[in-house]
């Protein structure tokens, strides 16, 4: 099994930033791809950031230019930067690795992400 424990959510201003992580442990050797989803009440999950092991990255149109997903292998730890940050981010944030042995993803916690003056 794998765990992923996420930091770095909390309250900030509009057009402040924020940065985002997740920290796997566990069954890590076949993790393969990572990103972030975001979930506002009432509302789908919404993928917002994924990466490939093969470095590959793809944003949702709504926060492309804005946010960066970054990892650091060595410690197996996938990172969202989240900068110029909006009324509209505010949701619970989600990350996720994919388990090749396993074949689906294990998930963090979640961390609320406010954006407020």
């Known amino acids: 099994q794998v765990q992923l424990v996420e930091s770095g959510g909390g309250l900030v201003q509009p057009g402040g930033s924020l940065r985002l992580s997740c920290a796997a442990s566990?069954?890590?050797?076949?993790?393969?791809?990572m990103g972030w989803y975001r979930q506002i009440p009432g509302k789908q999950r919404e993928l917002v950031a994924s990466a490939t092991s093969d470095g590959d990255k793809n944003y949702a149109d709504s926060v492309k230019g804005r946010f960066t997903i970054s990892k650091d292998n060595a410690k197996n730890t996938v990172f969202l930067q989240m900068d110029s940050l909006k009324p509209e981010d505010t949701a619970v944030y989600y990350c996720?690795?994919?388990?090749?042995?396993?074949?689906?993803?294990?998930w963090g916690q979640g961390t609320q992400v406010t954006v407020s003056s």
């Open positions: 566990g069954s890590i050797s076949s993790l393969n791809a």
């Open positions: 996720y690795f994919y388990h090749t042995w396993y074949q689906k993803n294990f």
